[in-house]
């Protein structure tokens, strides 16, 4: 294999572990306040399909990646509603979410499956950093959305470990009556992670469909939203891993694609199936190495009710 | 005279199916030790948490300093300089103690100086002598320093009235001394202090003032001049009380359970039994005193085959039961009452019916794959006769009975087994004083039928009144063994503190 080969493998590892990387940031931070969210495969799909809508109609990828936030927002918007004002089951609630974010998403895109895109994510290689041997190739020959995302891991990492909210947050995740009992809302809190987490998969999904494949197709994700959730595992619950495990599962995605271009006879099928059973061994690996214990938030998935015992 | 610095007014407080407070009036002034006396149950806990903002009040008012004020959430409570130690810590496990501390402190600045919060925590720990290691996680921390954190992260608030929910219940007699020392030098500064107890004793060592509660009503108050210990117990109790159990001359026979040198590792993997021996023959009961923590749940576990022995031997019977399964153990008669009642003891959704069949689905109640209903039923209801359990009916979910009739449902279960050897984890705790007389009873039954009894507890007068022989615990080691006549109150103190006779610290 040449390095040029080897090259584009990594630089296409990092494209498509982008999407990977912001549902994975997304859900990073909405567990650590104690919620699980099954809903960012339901997330990403209405993100995609709203992002793609807004930036044809606008004619600026930027607008498609405001208008999934938003969407994605809204989506997070009704799971929070349902787990932490109705304390209803975190798991229920995220399939319902992913559900109706199928569903709904399939219906609103129904006229512009296989239409050409009006507004794209173009590759920029940046002045200087690009020319960086074999580094510049990898990783300053990206769209913006990459570069975004280089600044958001140190970002999410520094305010969960160094500042007073960050404490807060994880606190919540571990033990949120004692946070409550501190006087901090809880409630309110918890609201504001879950939607950030749903902002963070509906940018995930607009990259799908603005960046990575410029197009709109029903089901488009995948299953990706899964293998994000299933990262968050691998990740222990931080921002770094999570963007490790990202480029990671990204590189198996380019590699499997690759392979399939090179005309290996291996099948189709059995190649793109590959990031999804790296997923499971990854799970069993990294249980196995822990004694069968995660580093999981110690009350993530219990609802919260400050009158309950 | 001086206004009060908090004044609770007419306070009620309904849970679905309880009236935890009914119209009560309490009024806190500063400089003075405040105690709320009352039995498990009569609301202490609930009056107090509703002064925290983190109960709303069914009816009531609450007035600071004379002024009507709102408390809907524990923000407000600690804007109104008000501070609690729960009963049940609030502290974050996979913290430090600095990050437990700033947790409380809203409005420091956005990045986090641990280092300034560092070292206020030393300041103020020197000037109160309350010494912790700010950067020790939680979890690493015994029960007594996890309440010294609570009670620095009050005092760095500067709260002004200080409220600790039975903060004697984890520490031992010097802990406790130093306490109350802590208290009145926080008193002493100007501070309204609330002692949550049901120690009478403790009360009447430390309080300037008491207020007495018995099932959600205050039964009266009295002043430190006032205080008459007879009087005290009848606001308590409703009656007079009885702790003189008629004990029949102890007939012991052979050794049924003999420990030798057993170690055992904790559920964090820390030493958590170390060394430990001891024998216990045939109709005596072995108790194990100790400040909750220091290894007696893990002891009891090892026993019962729950946790693995990493080192020594444990013969019961004469044979060699090292490491052998809870079923194993179970059916050679070794039965173990475990200090969570409705999470190992029984299945809190399941009917009584269901729980008694539980443990021998593979004896009596069993014909093959088949439950035997009506031997199961018929069980059931005997036990209920025979412990005089009060429920609804034996199908109904045991967790909707109070905790005295749990607690005989699950003695009851295991008596019926007719056991050789019993492991009961503080059985009455929780309990009011009538449950507490049925449960001790029954097991001073059970020795009369030459079982052996190991008994863990953290009340002395407990031990005193039920054990023959008595070994202290601390940090997983057994410091001493009496028999119960040479009991002496100090000394056991001290070696539950891990103080030895040589005057060295045990560790
Ligand atoms: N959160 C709650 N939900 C339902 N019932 C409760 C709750 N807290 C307390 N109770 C009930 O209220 C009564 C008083 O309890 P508590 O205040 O804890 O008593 P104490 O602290 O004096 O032992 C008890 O009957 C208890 O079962
Ligand atoms: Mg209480």
Known sequence: MSEDFIVSLLAAAITMGTPLLYAALGEVICERSGIINLGVEGMMLIG?????????SFGSPWAG??????????????????TVTLRANQVVSGLAVTLFGTGLSGYLGQDYVGQPAGAVFGK??????????????????QDALVYISYFLVPLAAWYFYKTRSGLFLRA??????????????????RYLYIIVGGALAGVAGAYLSLAYAPSWLENMTAGRGWIAVALVIFALWDPWRAMAGSYLFGGIDALGFNLQVLGLPVSGFILNMLPYIFTVLVLVLVLKRRGGRSAAPQALGLPYDREER | MV???????????RFPGVIANNKINLELYPGEIHALLGENGSGKSTLMSILTGLYQPTEGKILVEGKETQFSSPADAIKNGIGMVHQHFKLIESFTVAENIALSDTHGSFKLDTAQIEADIAELSSYYGLKIDPHAHVWQLGVSEKQR???????????????????????TPQETRELFINLRKMADNGCAVVF????LNEVEELADRITVLRSGVVSGHMTKEEINRASLIKMMVGRELNTNY?????????????????????????????NVSFKIRAGEIYGIAGVSGNGQRELAEVIAGMRLAMGGKMYFGGDDFTNKTPREKIEAGISYVPEDRLGTGLAPNLSSVDNIILKEYNGRFAEGWRIKWQAAVSAAKHTVEEFDIKQGSIYQPVKMMSGGNIQKLLLGREIAAKPKLMVVLYPVRGLDIGAIEAVHKLLLKLKEQNTAILLVSEELEEIAALADRVGVMFAGKLMGEFAVQDMDIEKIGALMAGVTEDGGEGK
């Open chain 1, 172 to 189: 919540m995740g571990e033990n949120p009556a004692a946070v409550d009992a501190a006087g901090i809302n809880v409630f309110r809190l």
């Open chain 1, 65 to 82: 990646v405001a208008a999934a936030i938003a969407a994605g927002a809204l989506l997070a918007l009704i799971h929070a509603f349902l």
């Open chain 1, 48 to 56: 995609a399909c709203v992002g793609f809508i807004a930036g044809n």
């Open chain 2, 196 to 199: 949550i107890s049901h120690k």
């Open chain 2, 3 to 13: 206004t009060p610095l908090i004044s609770m007014l007419g306070i009620t407080k």
């Open chain 2, 149 to 171: 954190v609570e009670i620095l992260r009050m005092l760095y608030h500067k709260s002004k009235v200080l409220i600790l929910d039975e903060p004697t219940a984890v520490l």
């Open chain 2, 246 to 274: 008629d004990r029949k001359e102890s007939h012991t026979g052979d050794v049924v359970l003999k420990l030798e040198k057993i170690s055992a590792l904790g559920d964090m993997h820390t030493l958590a039994l170390d």
């Open chain 1, 124 to 141: 920029i290689a940046l002045p200087v950093l690009s020319d960086i041997p074999v580094i510049g190739s990898i990783l300053f020959k």
